[in-house]
């Protein structure tokens, strides 16, 4: 390879990250700039693919999803996702099935640079509809001084057994 296709390489990779980091500035300027962000890049119609770069542009590059998921009748587990395996498997679902999630309370605590947001969250098949499940996000964020990440996300649905406390209501 050339100098020149090696210098032209470097510049095209240079200048995408630029306008992602341009395009995507305002989601990360504060924990509520990046918590409506984050549901934002999930939701969306039926037959309309999701903005993974958006949502690639909230999260540190070692961010895991961790949704919960039965293992048994009366047993849930961890499934821990990078954000690729998110994709893979919740793209083409989103776009046949359209999805909407909305936060509905938030309790948030924070040390530093390190906060913690339980995000209870409603999920519905259209932006008007009758919401068909609720839970909480678990989600870690982290300010480096120049804006704020997600480090990990780690959700569980509401069940009949274990119903949204009253305080992640409010």
Known sequence: ??????????????????????KYAADVTSENAIISALYESISGPKGERRDWDRLRYLLTPEARLIPTRPASETKRVPCYLTLDDFIRQGDQWLVDNGFYEEEIARTTESFGLITHVWSTYQSKWTPDGKPFARGINSIQLMNDGERWWIVNLYWAAETDDHPLPKKYLK
């Open 1 to 22: 390879m050339s100098k020149l296709h090696f210098i032209l390489i470097i510049l095209c990779s240079w200048s995408s990250i630029s306008f992602a980091q341009d």
